[in-house]
């Protein structure tokens, strides 16, 4: 691999040099010279409080892609003939006649013709600073981003359940503390490899440890009891463990009266649900459904952790907040050693959906359509209330608006929608009608193929701002090293982006610090609230946990110690009702496809497809497929399969193993072209939160 050079520019000091641009963790770095052609490598920096010390594989090599010969370098244009798509052109020409194409299409077809897609690795000033440039500057009501496929579930169940959404509820250090530890859906070994130690410790001091999920996972490794669920099957599971913990009157009364709102449709909603009920309809013995019942229920303290295994499901808000429905009947919320967690996904899946890149919301989780809320936001940005526009759409109805000829203009800032959709065959008939599309990534994704403008942003080493990790701290990010090129740092392409369209005066920033300023005015008494957060007391006291909303706050480590954020102070209980999935199995496609993630590769892969020493360990994706169902198949030695939906196929490697539900079959999602999962995927959305089914679709498996 060639490579660019990039002169440190960091000095030690108590800081970390940045932090690793994958997962939710956010490690601190430091980044040393070395032998390597980059002449950089990270190691683990003993200053950041969270994983102190640890990298996994994919931190260890977080400067891999950044260094990439194949970094993009250059403002690109789409050639307008010849053999080579792209030309080069400079930022200014390219500007103008982006800023051009936009003003003459919202001219003719409207200013919601225009659509921004953004992403949760961005640092908080970036996703702010794209919310407020598609009300501001674009003046439309179309953004949304790839925390659509991600959080949403979790964070629509958080705002039901609790009035607010922040993924844990307690720092990490409450793990080690908890007795019984329920995690489902989540597979913390391999997405979140340096949590580990704190379930290891909690281990160590004696607590069980259970695990809900479909197949052997690293994580399953380490628990007591493994439930191999059928995908989809969540919400009866946890029917019968509520069942269980009323009938046996285990659940905490007093927490119940004091606390919640609700109790009766609970109550109401899992009487059906005997623990023999339950194991006919999953096949989970009738004494692992009490055993765990029990045992959470009686447990001195407990905490619940749940990710995308049941929350990308188009019953993901009702799955989430059955799981919910635990930690409050229970009482384990809000004390020590207890908790409830959705486990955040990307670098910045917390503060990426807090200030104002989803369709419905503006900075501070606030709601667009609240008038309090339009009225205070549109101070601080110096507008009038009435300029702002209302609510628009999901990230996958964005795309589908695309198809359907509404929106003819994209920009798309930290996300690869081709490969990360679900029925993504209808996301690349969507991206070809583009009259624009502007990528700014830092290589030609999948999805780049289709741009008009592919725009060389910055790295997560190159670029100084805030994060939010999944404990819901906030913490600053230096700048490590230098930009490559004729690249230029996100936010200044945003802001020099509003200027070419002839709103630059609201866009007028000297520095990173003053987005960030204007970030924490603009969240003042929302619920995540910034506003007594400063770069000073970031560096200074090493992070800060929202809530924080003055300049003497102590920030909020333990969320709901004495009250839950609905008016009334308490949390609510909600009585579920399993739903069957959007697309059950039947005698034409009886099996069901999950997909997921690998310890070694990112999301769509932009990044850890171009870092070669993850890459060779998992170069293509593996089906993982059960005995019984290979047997079924007639599946030989060297036999890949095809997998078949509604809406494709493909061709895959199989690896066969005891570890899988028996008609269930595992994809990782990492890939795109002919390896690419989301051909097959179903775009069913949960009607609340507007997540995509991804864990669970219909198919047919053979041998190939
Ligand atoms: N190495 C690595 N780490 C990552 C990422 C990555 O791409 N690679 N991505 C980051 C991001 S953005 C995210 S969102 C997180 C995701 O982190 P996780 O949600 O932990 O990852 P997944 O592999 O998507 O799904 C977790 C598990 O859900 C199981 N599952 C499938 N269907 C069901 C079901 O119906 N019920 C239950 N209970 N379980 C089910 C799967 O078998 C899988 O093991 O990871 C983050 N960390
Ligand atoms: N089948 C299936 N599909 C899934 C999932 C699943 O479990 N199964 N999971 C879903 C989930 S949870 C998620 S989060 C999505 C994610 O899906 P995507 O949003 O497609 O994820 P990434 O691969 O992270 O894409 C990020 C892009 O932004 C670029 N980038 C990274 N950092 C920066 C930066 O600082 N600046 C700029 N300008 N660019 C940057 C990267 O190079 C990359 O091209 O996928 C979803 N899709
Ligand atoms: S655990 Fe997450 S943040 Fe830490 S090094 Fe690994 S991928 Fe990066
Ligand atoms: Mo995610």
Known sequence: ????????????????????????????????????????????????????????????NALDHVFHAGRITEPLRQASS???????????????????????????????????????????????????????????????????????????????????????????????????IILAGTNIAECQPTMMPYLLEAKKKGAIIVTIDPRNTMTSKVSDIHVRLQPGFDSVLINGLLHVMVEEKLVDERFIRERTSGFEHLREAVKAYTPARVEELTGVLEAVVRTIARGFAKAE????????????????????LNY????????????????????????????????????????????????????????????????????GVSAYELLQKVDQGEIKALIVLGSNPLVSSPNNRMVERALQKLELLVVIDMFETETAR?????????????????????EGRVFHRRKAVELPGNCRLDYRIISELAEAL???????????????NELAAATAGGKADYSGITYRRLQEEKGLFWPCPSPDHPGTPHLFADRFHHPDGRAKLFGIQPKMPAEPI???????????????????????????????????????????????????MDNKIRITSRRGSLVVEVKVTEGIQPRTVFVPFHWGDEHSINVLTNDALDPTSRMPEFKICAVQVERA
Not at 159 to 174: C, S, V
Not at 454 to 468: D, H, I, N, Q, R
Not at 502 to 516: C, L, P
Not at 595 to 623: I, W
């Open 450 to 470: 289709y741009a008009h403008y592919l725009l060389p942003g910055s790295s997560f080493a190159e670029a100084e701002g805030t994060m939010t990790n999944l």
């Open 586 to 636: 039947d005698s034409d496609y009886p099996f069901i496809l999950t997909t997921g993630r690998l310890a070694n590769h990112y999301l769509s892969g932009v990044q850890t497809r171009r870092t070669e020493a993850l890459n060779k360990k998992a170069p293509v994706p593996v089906a993982e497929v059960h005995p019984w169902l290979a047997k079924r198949i007639g599946l030989g």
């Open 1 to 60: 691999m060639k490579s660019m050079k990039s002169p440190l520019l960091t000095v030690p000091t108590d800081q970390p040099s940045s932090h690793c641009c994958f997962c939710s963790m956010q490690c601190g770095l430091e980044i040393i010279p070395s032998e390597k052609t980059s002449g950089l490598v990270t190691k683990p920096s003993p200053n950041f409080p969270v994983a102190t010390g640890r990298l996994c594989q994919k931190g260890l």
């Open 502 to 516: 002839g709103r630059g005066a609201y866009f007028q920033y000297a520095s990173i610090e003053e987005v960030f």
């Open 301 to 320: 303290t407990g905490i619940v952790l749940t990710a995308r295994g049941l929350e990308q499901q188009s019953n993901g808000v009702e799955n989430t």
């Open 82 to 180: 010849g053999a080579e798509r792209w030309q080069a052109t400079t930022w200014e020409d390219a500007y103008a006649d982006i800023a051009g194409r936009i003003m003459s299409l919202q001219a003719e077809h409207g200013a919601d013709t225009v659509g921004v897609y953004g992403g949760g690795s961005l640092t908080n000033e970036v996703c702010y600073l794209l919310g407020k440039f598609t009300r501001v500057a674009l003046k439309s009501r179309y953004i949304d981003y790839n925390g659509r496929y991600c959080m949403s579930s979790a964070a629509a169940a958080s705002n039901q359940a609790f009035g607010i959404d922040r993924g844990m509820t307690m720092p990490l250090t409450e793990i080690p503390n908890a007795k019984y």
């Open 324 to 391: 919910i429905n635990l930690s409050l009947v229970t009482g384990k919320i809000g004390r020590t050693g207890c908790g409830y967690g959705a486990v955040t996904g990307q670098a910045n899946g917390q503060g990426g959906r807090e200030h104002g890149q989803k369709a419905d919301q503006l900075p501070g989780y606030r709601l667009i359509e609240d008038p309090a809320a339009r009225a205070h936001v549109a101070n601080v940005w110096g507008i009038d209330p009435d300029e702002l526009p209302g609510k």
